[in-house]
């Protein structure tokens, strides 16, 4: 099996982890919100890597389009820094 | 204090980097199978099977052909759990009415005229995935979000009264989401009601000729094959959830004005 | 190590692992109600990408295809051979539906987490 395509995964799910970390522990509920859609972009790789086209298709305006922008509406309806 | 957290993050990174090496050096690790199970392997064989129609949605897509045609039920039920959120969503800020010209601007004129040129394209794209989802990767979900985030990316740029002048209140919004789900109704028993018409028998969520039933939806528009019901419940699909997922943006978007009154109105006010 | 690809996926799998964990915190102990929303979300996806994940599978040839007939096929032997390199179709149809009905429970939380704002003029929750 090639090695190329899945490489992009193992690189993509590695961001995730550090998106990930640093959406949960950013006190800036708005930098919270971007580094989400960042852990969200390297979903979308690992899916359409693993043979998963549907899911991407669904998953990009979703979770990069929509989602962010109910949280930042939360975020500019509540307050922005997390105590 | 931020360079911190960059720092911990990226050596969590690194430890997994490491573990998955020592587990797979070890001849461990979770492995991706060669052969698939028997149920996977029937649906990929049948789902465009023209020499076992009985069996098959002759649909190109195998995805599309689970969602609409073997777990038909399912998906339908679970339109209606996005019915009943979006429902939901609209109950807690009950009351509410749109008012054009209070307020919002949106963004600066460079973002809105490249937005007027971002919005027919994904308007084309949007349709072409929904209308397509039986032959190429897309569907209904797909098609419908697409065109929720043409409404979200609207409403964002040029404030909520863009979508309030062009007739897409909230009112209207609601009526296309009950109108999509009920095409997606309308679309499962219509081969029921032709065969109770014609005195011949027939099932609900029937799509081609079944095994004691005759009936079948069409099976070729011109020179492409059709799904028969997947064409039918991809649009409406498409049409419901454009309209719910936008509609939940637009109430969670009103003006705190808006929003103040319609609260005064209920027994929420403090 | 005999095989790179063994090494990749673990690394896909084990990335998951961790963002289950990641996101699984940030839920329990940060105290703000919104953290704690998108922390919410990305442990859903990651729970989606693990149904993914199990979908996939080796192929002999180059590499699996996506589940989905280029051309109509001609022949019954043509079906036999999409459906030996083809991934499992059926934890996609799951989640594909999975997202969007997530994605409208959210909107539907995140109306209650203004409604909490709304009442006690924060969002904290301890």
Redesign the interface.
């Known amino acids: ?3 190329v ?3 992009i ?2 690189i993509a ?6 998106a ?7 006190r800036d ?1 708005l930098a ?2 971007v580094f ?1 859609a960042v ?2 972009t390297a ?1 979308a790789l ?2 359409y890597v ?6 991407a ?3 990009i ?3 990069v ?3 962010p ?3 930042v ?3 500019k ?3 922005r820094y ?2 | 204090m931020r360079l911190r957290e960059v720092v911990v993050a990226v050596s969590v990174a690194l430890m997994v980097l490491l573990l998955a090496y020592v587990v797979s050096a070890g001849g461990l690790g979770p492995l991706a199978p060669r052969e698939l199970r028997e149920l996977a392997r029937s649906y990929l064989a049948n789902a465009y099977n023209p020499w076992n129609v009985t069996q098959s949605s002759l649909s190109l897509e195998a995805v599309t052909a689970i969602v609409w045609d073997y777990r038909g039920i399912d998906t339908f039920f679970e339109t209606s759990v996005l019915f009943a959120s979006i429902v939901g969503v609209s109950l807690i800020f009950r009351g509410y009415r749109e008012r054009p010209g209070i307020g919002g601007r949106g963004l600066s004129e460079i973002v809105k005229t490249s937005t007027r040129v971002l919005l027919p394209l994904i308007l084309v794209a949007g349709v072409s995935i929904a209308l397509h989802g039986h032959l190429t990767p897309g569907g209904g979900f797909q098609g419908g979000s697409f065109i929720a985030v043409l409404l979200v990316l609207a409403t964002v740029v040029f404030s909520l009264d863009f979508l309030v002048e062009r007739g897409l209140a909230s009112g209207r919004l609601l009526a296309l989401r009950s109108a999509g789900l009920l095409g997606v109704l309308a679309t499962s028993v219509a081969l029921l009601a032709v065969g109770l018409a014609l005195g011949i028998d027939a099932y609900i969520f029937q799509n081609m000729v079944r095994e004691g039933s005759e009936l079948s939806m069409p099976q070729w528009l011109l020179d492409r094959p059709t799904g028969g019901t997947l064409l039918f419940f991809n649009v409406f699909e498409a049409l419901a959830v454009a309209a719910g997922l936008a509609l939940a943006f637009l109430v969670l978007s009103l003006r705190e004005e808006e929003v103040g009154e319609a609260m005064a109105a209920g027994e929420w006010h403090e | 190590m005999s095989d790179p690809t063994t090494f990749l996926f673990a690394v896909v799998v084990l990335s998951l692992v961790a963002n289950t964990g990641i996101s699984l915190y940030g839920v329990f102990t940060r105290p703000s109600l919104v953290k704690k929303f998108i922390s919410l979300t990305i442990f859903s996806d990651t729970l989606n990408s693990f149904a993914i994940a199990i979908g996939f599978r080796r192929v002999v040839g180059p590499y699996p295809s996506a589940a989905v007939l280029s051309s109509v096929p001609e022949d019954p032997d043509e079906l036999l051979a999409f459906a030996g390199s083809a991934v499992d179709p059926l934890p996609q149809a799951l989640v594909l539906t999975a997202i969007v009905i997530g994605l409208a429970v959210y909107m539907f939380l995140a109306g209650l987490i203004m409604l909490y704002h709304r009442h006690y003029r924060t969002t904290r929750m301890v």
């Not at chain 1, 799910?13 to 550090?18: D, E, F, P, Q």
């Not at chain 1, 990930?20 to 950013?26: F, K, M, N």
């Open positions: 099996m090639e090695v395509p899945i490489s995964a193992a799910a590695l961001l995730s982890i550090v990930t970390y640093l959406a949960v522990r950013s509920l919270a919100v989400s852990q969200s979903y690992i899916y693993l043979m998963a086209p549907d899911i298709l669904v998953y305006p979703v979770s389009g929509i989602l922008a109910v949280t509406m939360l975020v309806k509540t307050e997390e105590e």
